[in-house]
């Protein structure tokens, strides 16, 4: 069982064998932002944010405390 990303765009899903690190540092997109151990978004599909959760379409995503500050940096800078 190896490491696997699941790419969702926004009428089809991906899946990719490699693990979301190396899938973040070979997508060198300034909008991508990891929110999460598991997660990456796209923060120009980013509708709303909380305390906690990202909101991209029906989707409700967790914001890490360890991520937050980079997420809130980049952010506001759209």
Known sequence: AGSY???QAR????T??????????KTPLATLVRIHR????????????EESFI???????PLSENYKAD???????L
């Not at 990719?16 to 899938?23: D, R």
Request: charged residues 15%; glycine residues 0%; proline residues 0%.
């Open 38 to 49: 598991s997660y990456i978004v796209n923060l120009t599909n980013v509708d709303s944010f």
């Open 55 to 61: 909101f991209i379409q029906n989707h409700k995503l």
């Open 11 to 14: 009428s089809e899903r991906y």
């Open 16 to 25: 990719l064998s490699q693990n979301l690190t190396s899938f973040h540092k």
């Open 71 to 77: 997420f809130m940096s980049k952010i506001h800078l």
């Open 5 to 7: 990303v699941h790419v």
